[in-house]
């Protein structure tokens, strides 16, 4: 059995645009993910520890626990042993409360980068490969979070190349997300039932293209 984990915000977690309401496991792309890499003949299983608002390593002033670094190494040990972990962060460094540029961001996913590889995982069990995946990019903020989210467009340009430089110079793999999605026209940030569907059958493709690890 591989176990394969996504540590990621809202987007994985499978908010529903302008809601507080979550897509059904299936619906979502790390449960789609799952039944196409199931489909494929892959014993796999996907472990979701997506949180809504989670940054790379900021805090978020209004709500606690969204700084990613937090605790990201007892995650690793908790759900040890792993084939692969699939963080996707980014989003939410871009919020209205921070002044961040992209290459803020991508320094924030190279520090959690660092801590999964020095978690203190049991003897013998291996330390897991890192997909890192870019976000789409973010467009013009609608609804309900526009104004957490204003000028956010402005801000993240560029954020998937400085996220694909920290991965390279890591020895990650990386996957841009904006390369088979958008992100939803009801929100402008997050991901609507058919992008899920398409961010997941993509993933599922390319996690298969990857060396297996026990």
Same mark, same amino acid.
């Given at each position: 059995?591989?176990?394969?984990?996504?540590?990621?915000?809202?987007?994985?977690?499978?908010?529903?645009?302008?809601?507080?309401?979550?897509?059904?496991?299936?619906?979502?792309?790390?449960?789609?993910?799952?039944?196409?890499?199931?489909?494929?003949?892959?014993?796999?299983?996907?472990?979701?520890?997506?949180?809504?608002?989670?940054?790379? *390593?900021?805090?978020?002033?209004?709500?606690?626990?969204?700084?990613?670094?937090?605790?990201?190494?007892?995650?690793?040990?908790?759900?040890?042993?792993?084939?692969? *972990?699939?963080?996707?962060?980014?989003?939410?460094?871009?919020?209205?409360?921070?002044?961040?540029?992209?290459?803020?961001?991508?320094?924030?996913?190279?520090?959690?980068?660092?801590?999964?590889?020095?978690?203190?995982?049991?003897?013998?069990?291996?330390?897991?490969?890192?997909?890192?995946?870019?976000?789409?990019?973010?467009?013009? &903020?609608?609804?309900?979070?526009?104004?957490?989210?204003?000028?956010?467009?402005?801000?993240?340009?560029?954020?998937?190349?400085?996220?694909?430089?920290?991965?390279?110079?890591?020895?990650? &793999?990386?996957?841009?997300?904006?390369?088979?999605?958008?992100?939803?026209?009801?929100?402008?940030?997050?991901?609507?039932?058919?992008?899920?569907?398409?961010?997941?059958?993509?993933?599922?493709?390319?996690?298969?293209?990857?060396?297996?690890?026990?």
């Amino acid at each position: 059995m591989h176990q394969i984990l996504v540590y990621a915000d809202s987007l994985s977690w499978g908010i529903i645009p302008d809601t507080r309401m979550r897509f059904s496991f299936e619906k979502r792309w790390p449960g789609v993910m799952e039944i196409e890499l199931r489909r494929m003949g892959q014993t796999v299983r996907v472990i979701e520890d997506c949180l809504n608002g989670r940054r790379t *390593v900021w805090d978020d002033p209004f709500k606690p626990g969204r700084n990613g670094i937090v605790g990201v190494e007892q995650r690793i040990e908790v759900n040890s042993p792993l084939s692969l *972990v699939i963080l996707s962060l980014g989003t939410n460094d871009f919020q209205s409360m921070h002044q961040h540029d992209t290459w803020h961001s991508a320094q924030g996913v190279g520090a959690i980068i660092h801590a999964i590889r020095r978690a203190p995982i049991e003897p013998g069990m291996p330390i897991p490969p890192i997909l890192v995946v870019a976000p789409p990019p973010i467009q013009e &903020a609608k609804g309900a979070i526009a104004p957490k989210f204003e000028e956010a467009n402005l801000k993240a340009v560029g954020l998937a190349s400085a996220i694909e430089q920290v991965a390279d110079e890591t020895g990650c &793999a990386f996957f841009d997300a904006g390369s088979v999605t958008t992100t939803s026209k009801v929100d402008g940030v997050h991901l609507d039932e058919d992008q899920h569907l398409a961010l997941g059958k993509a993933m599922a493709k390319k996690v298969a293209s990857m060396p297996a690890t026990d």
